[in-house]
């Protein structure tokens, strides 16, 4: 890594208090001087990494601390290493940039401190201080609000959301682990499900579940010599635009449409090369504008797009044979590893039942916030 | 009999000494939003700086609080307990004519009539309802 550099610095200087600012605030001022120190202009960081804000901002905190600077990077990460944070923080900035994923990497820390406050004080980040008092908490009313408008910009209906989780139920029965396994559901059960936020019902949200996933990563050398097929990433793409969704850029092309661009041209491939789409979906809207924004069809068709295609492993593309996590419930931040993990077992040849026949690539969306945190793979069987 | 229910209590507000002013002028019913004195844009929520430009130079506008609904849902089902008895209530973000957005509740009508690209309006002091302040109804 002799290539990567610093050419920026700065620094706050320590003060026994800082009452009244908040660690967002901090971090603003020592990003404009850091930045102005290596005479670059703000549009030109395309990489963020953040360290960890207790009692401040719990989650998501690279796009909350993305979307107060007005960033918008390619690539944004948390440490979580302690005193080691700092000097890891530049090996992964240089790892990133090397990868191609970015190329100018702002590295931030601060901590605001103020003895006379709670030791743990409570939330206060902007979603907090300006969303919540309108009893707008969680995830649920977000994404709602992203299904609201595009079925009015695009006539959109809620029939087309619904039969989401009745496709994924239906391919979950090949999966015995899924915790819907063995219990299909029709159209009319989910319209009859409870109303959550309007227009999505219940069963076109996740069950939270327990569970975990993992994955082992090596070079492509390396792995040439182990048990199973190679899969190999040929492609990835990340892309961070928000955290509030008032800040959203837009709330019907989301910046997976970017992520994915990127995977698919590290691959050099299109949508049309897919074997596999392995969509992350906590609620039913993901799919249309997954599909959409994957390039499957023009903006506004998703809707009538996933009521027309077969989702199963005998369609000419595939979504979630495993049953997605609509259907499988969803185990915390490890729903979104299960669509890694089915990708692979599926390049792989070994997902049985549900195998997919002469599967070869597959791309991957992870998704986080509401069409916040957006990322891509393109996995392929064997090396390219 | 009083039990759980009664005693789940609207998560207190929260601001900073940079943030105050704006909630100050909400509890009177007005409604700032930042104005960048170096490149000119708007923004809501208010920060430390532009969002923009970087620049550290704001200041505060008033502006009327007219705006168009950019999305709606109706709560059914709250994503905080302390809301139960209040649905079925609107959450919508709204898109003010000077171009920021933020999100509020729109009040004054059925949740379910809101829809998106509607013209509403902020909550004046005579229109008073409880809640919190900075919320709209259709004009
Ligand atoms: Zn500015």
Same mark, same amino acid.
């Given at each position: 890594?002799?290539g990567?550099?610093?050419?920026?610095?700065?620094?706050?200087?320590p003060?026994?208090?800082?009452?009244?600012?908040?660690?967002?605030?901090?971090?603003?001022?020592?990003?404009?001087?850091?930045?102005?120190?290596?005479g670059?202009?703000?549009?030109?960081?395309?990489?963020?990494?953040?360290?960890?804000?207790v009692g401040?901002?719990?989650?998501?905190v690279?796009?909350?601390?993305?979307?107060?600077l007005?960033?918008?990077?390619?690539?944004a990460?948390?440490v979580?290493l302690?005193?080691?944070?700092?000097?890891?923080?530049?090996?992964?900035?240089?790892?990133?940039i090397?990868?191609?994923?970015?190329?100018?990497?702002?590295?931030?820390l601060?901590?605001?401190?103020?003895?006379?406050?709670?030791?743990?004080s409570?939330?206060?980040?902007p979603?907090?201080?300006?969303d919540?008092?309108?009893g707008a908490?969680?995830?649920?009313?977000?994404?709602?609000?992203?299904?609201?408008?595009?079925?009015?910009?695009?006539?959109?209906?809620t029939?087309?959301?619904m039969?989401?989780?009745?496709?994924e139920?239906?391919n979950?029965?090949?999966?015995?682990?899924?915790v819907?396994h063995?219990?299909?559901?029709t159209?009319?059960?989910?319209?009859?499900?409870?109303?959550?936020?309007?227009?999505l019902?219940?069963?076109?949200?996740?069950?939270?579940?327990g569970?975990?996933?993992?994955?082992?990563v090596?070079s492509?050398?390396?792995?040439?010599d182990?048990?199973h097929?190679?899969?190999?990433m040929?492609?990835?793409?990340?892309?961070?635009?928000?955290?509030?969704?008032?800040?959203?850029?837009?709330l019907?092309?989301?910046?997976?449409?970017?992520?994915i661009?990127?995977?698919?041209?590290?691959a050099a491939?299109?949508?049309?090369d897919l074997?596999?789409?392995?969509?992350y979906?906590?609620?039913?809207?993901l799919l249309?504008i997954?599909?959409?924004d994957?390039?499957?069809?023009d903006k506004g068709?998703?809707?009538p797009?996933?009521?027309?295609?077969?989702?199963?492993?005998?369609?000419?593309?595939?979504?979630?044979p495993?049953?997605?996590?609509?259907?499988c419930g969803?185990?915390? +931040?490890?729903?979104?590893? %299960?669509h890694?993990?089915?990708?692979?077992?599926? =390049?792989r040849? !070994? &997902? *049985?039942a $549900?195998?997919v026949?002469n599967?070869?690539?597959? +791309?991957?969306?992870g998704? %986080?916030a509401t069409?916040?945190?957006e990322v891509a =793979?393109?996995? !392929? &069987? *064997?090396? $390219? | 009999?009083?039990?759980?229910?009664d005693?789940v209590?609207?998560?207190q507000?929260?601001?900073?000494?940079?943030?105050?002013?704006?909630?100050?002028?909400?509890?009177?019913?007005?409604?700032?939003?930042?104005v960048?004195i170096d490149?000119g844009?708007?923004?809501?929520?208010?920060?430390?700086v532009?969002?923009?430009?970087?620049?550290?130079?704001?200041?505060w506008?008033?502006?009327?609080?007219?705006?168009?609904v950019?999305t709606?849902?109706v709560?059914?089902v709250p994503?905080?307990?302390?809301w139960r008895?209040?649905?079925p209530y609107?959450?919508?973000?709204?898109?003010?004519?000077?171009?920021?957005r933020?999100?509020t509740n729109?009040?004054?009508?059925?949740?379910y009539?809101?829809?998106?690209r509607q013209?509403?309006?902020?909550?004046?002091?005579?229109?008073?309802?409880?809640g919190?302040?900075?919320r709209?109804?259709?004009?």
């Amino acid at each position: 890594m002799s290539g990567t550099a610093i050419v920026g610095i700065a620094e706050l200087p320590p003060r026994r208090s800082t009452p009244g600012t908040t660690t967002l605030e901090l971090l603003a001022k020592v990003a404009v001087a850091a930045v102005a120190d290596a005479g670059l202009d703000h549009l030109q960081i395309d990489g963020l990494v953040c360290g960890p804000q207790v009692g401040e901002t719990p989650q998501h905190v690279p796009a909350t601390v993305a979307e107060y600077l007005g960033l918008r990077p390619r690539y944004a990460g948390m440490v979580d290493l302690g005193g080691a944070t700092a000097a890891a923080m530049v090996w992964r900035a240089g790892a990133a940039i090397a990868a191609g994923m970015c190329t100018t990497v702002l590295c931030l820390l601060a901590n605001s401190r103020d003895p006379a406050a709670p030791r743990r004080s409570p939330n206060r980040n902007p979603i907090r201080e300006f969303d919540v008092p309108y009893g707008a908490s969680g995830a649920n009313q977000a994404y709602a609000m992203v299904a609201q408008r595009h079925m009015a910009d695009f006539g959109t209906t809620t029939e087309q959301l619904m039969c989401v989780p009745v496709k994924e139920r239906e391919n979950a029965q090949l999966n015995p682990d899924a915790v819907f396994h063995g219990r299909t559901i029709t159209l009319e059960d989910v319209r009859r499900s409870p109303m959550v936020m309007a227009p999505l019902h219940q069963l076109e949200m996740v069950m939270p579940c327990g569970g975990g996933a993992a994955l082992v990563v090596t070079s492509a050398e390396r792995a040439r010599d182990l048990a199973h097929p190679l899969v190999a990433m040929l492609g990835a793409g990340e892309a961070v635009t928000h955290r509030a969704l008032s800040q959203a850029p837009s709330l019907t092309t989301s910046p997976l449409a970017a992520a994915i661009d990127q995977a698919y041209r590290q691959a050099a491939i299109g949508p049309n090369d897919l074997d596999l789409l392995a969509a992350y979906d906590c609620y039913s809207i993901l799919l249309p504008i997954t599909v959409e924004d994957a390039g499957l069809c023009d903006k506004g068709e998703g809707g009538p797009w996933v009521a027309e295609h077969d989702f199963s492993i005998a369609s000419r593309l595939p979504i979630n044979p495993h049953g997605g996590q609509l259907a499988c419930g969803q185990a915390d +931040l490890s729903g979104g590893m %299960g669509h890694v993990v089915e990708a692979v077992r599926q =390049l792989r040849g !070994a &997902a *049985g039942a $549900r195998q997919v026949p002469n599967a070869e690539l597959a +791309l991957v969306t992870g998704n %986080g916030a509401t069409f916040s945190e957006e990322v891509a =793979l393109v996995l !392929a &069987a *064997g090396e $390219r | 009999m009083s039990g759980e229910h009664d005693e789940v209590r609207v998560p207190q507000r929260v601001s900073t000494p940079l943030t105050a002013p704006y909630w100050e002028a909400a509890e009177k019913g007005n409604l700032l939003v930042q104005v960048c004195i170096d490149c000119g844009r708007l923004q809501l929520y208010p920060g430390a700086v532009c969002r923009g430009c970087w620049s550290e130079h704001l200041r505060w506008r008033s502006v009327e609080g007219s705006g168009t609904v950019w999305t709606t849902t109706v709560a059914e089902v709250p994503g905080h307990p302390a809301w139960r008895d209040a649905v079925p209530y609107c959450i919508a973000i709204v898109e003010l004519d000077e171009g920021p957005r933020l999100l509020t509740n729109i009040v004054g009508c059925d949740p379910y009539a809101v829809g998106v690209r509607q013209r509403v309006r902020l909550v004046r002091a005579g229109d008073h309802e409880p809640g919190p302040p900075l919320r709209f109804m259709p004009c």
